[in-house]
């Protein structure tokens, strides 16, 4: 048996065991209040079935439970252990006032640190309230390590909105009550009848701009069915905070299912970006343990693999089957800077003289400066315009990323749609092409190599040389060959065909900074896509690149045929969009 003692170690974990203890009760509403972050004060008010007052006293004894079962692989509830009201009671000042759903009359309560009181008639309509008062008074060693309150206070809001997202047919309300007279609302989360209920909770909890920037997940293995939301991965966080996981309806925080998330947006977003996902897995009980972790956050499943692909392929088949959703918030960040720089424009407006044309003497004089931007590389002027005739002009509809119009900056295409402008990072975008190309055909077997007229030398500190020559019969799979030239020198004689023209120095060197960050010399394989990922960037069209309408054009199909083509192989975005009601509103018209 695992002693439940450990379990209640700061305000939000005795929220979180109360809870649970209301939804077990069937509870269809749940009115939290706490006070200076549950140090002084948690309150939890529910309508559910009620203590019988002959088990009043029995329920805060430890070990005794109602929720027997003989067979604990068989638990539907989220209590099982009979601790929870023992341990709270014993380190505080609770009172527990109920009326249980076959009787008339409530009674109270109070255990003051483990002393059981009497039992007395009070008065309350429905359900059970627990007050919590003074927790760890008792016990003044537990004290020193509570934290400030803005600490306990934010994992008493993060243990409600994991139990709210778990339960969307159960009302909630959280309020903080330090300030008497002054109560806060700080979170409210109404019974969602809707039949997209679990949308709309996840709207509550994680709000509006999540819901438009995520992905539903929904995928079946082996009597594992996994569902959820998952986030964009342009729209990927810096910790794992915004990670949700629910095995048959219980909360867990585990760092297993946050690994194989992570593992499933390998190819989307960089090692420091963490995705946001809600998971709701549901199986058989016999397939899970959840008895293997005093706070019952952690699970053991039967079959490890089944989970991780489970994950894995989940969240890959969602995002690739998604591939060009666009980002809202990058959208809006760039309507924001459009609002913002409208502001800026009026001061330059002012300089009357600026006439393009009056600068000139003559046309010959405007025409000779545009050749010479050209000549000069002036990178503020670059690509060129194309006309609209009559026939493209139906096109946009029938092409997600519309029909190219210009290039900037050498390095932006701007993209015209029945309903939008996008712009499109060109680099981005071909890195990203590459890179899928390289992939399929390294899988297939056939990754096609290019000989070099005249093999490349190149110099390596010895140890550099050792590494690249280790894995030079691995490299060849990737179309690249090279060979040992004597004493620190290497020999390359071939390279991808997909690649073209690259500097073939700076190609070795990255990834050679690859290979040197495995551990042992066979990891190549596990981790052959990173360095493909460190290829593809080489042979990506470079930003500075003039393209013609074609060549752009041909980009954009591209990407529209390529999965994931949303975001670069460092989880970059490829493109950007303004909506056309966006550009209308920026100019008063909307
Ligand atoms: P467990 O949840 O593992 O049974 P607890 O110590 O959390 O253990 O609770 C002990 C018992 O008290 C429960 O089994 C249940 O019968 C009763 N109980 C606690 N809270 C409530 C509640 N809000 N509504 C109804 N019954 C409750
Ligand atoms: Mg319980």
Known sequence: MISAGEVIERPAAAVKELLENSLDAHSSMIDISYSEGGKKLIRIVDDGWGIPSSELALAVESHSTSKFVEDLSEIETFGFRGEALSSISSISDMTIKSKNHDSEDAFEINIYAGKVGNIKPCNIQKGTSIEIQNLFFSTPARLKFLKKTNFETRNIIDVVKRAALGSPDVQFILRDITFSGKEKIIFHAPVERDKSHRVERIRRVLGSEFIENSLEINYEFKGYRLKGH??????????????????????????????LAKNGYNDFV?????????FFIECDSSLVDINVHPAKLEVRFSSSEDIRHLIITGIKNSLLKNGLKPNTDLSNRMFRSFTKSYQNFNILSKNKNNNFDSIFENKKDKKNLLEDFDKKNINWYSGSV????????????IFDLGIARAQIYKNYIISQTENSLLIIDQHAAHERLTYEKMKESYYDGKIKSQSLLLPEIIELSISDKEIILENSSK?????????DFGENSICVRSLPAILGEVNIVSL????????????TINELDKRIDQVLSRISCHGSIRSGRVLNAEEMNHLLREMESTPASAQCNHGRPTFIELKLLDIEKLFGRK
Do not use: H
């Not at 194309?386 to 509809?397: F, I, R, Y």
């Open 475 to 483: 490299l060849k799979k990737c179309g690249l060959e090279l060979e």
């Open 270 to 278: 960089s090692n420091n970006k963490f995705p946001v996902v809600i």
């Open 508 to 519: 070795i060197n990255d990834i050679l900074k690859e290979l040197a960050s495995f551990e």
């Open 230 to 259: 998952i986030s964009l991965p342009t729209y990927s966080k810096p910790s794992t905070s915004n990670q949700y996981f629910f095995i048959n309806g219980r909360i867990i925080k585990d760092k297993m299912i946050s690994a």
């Open 386 to 397: 194309e006309k609209v005739d009559e026939d493209t002009s139906k096109k946009p509809k």
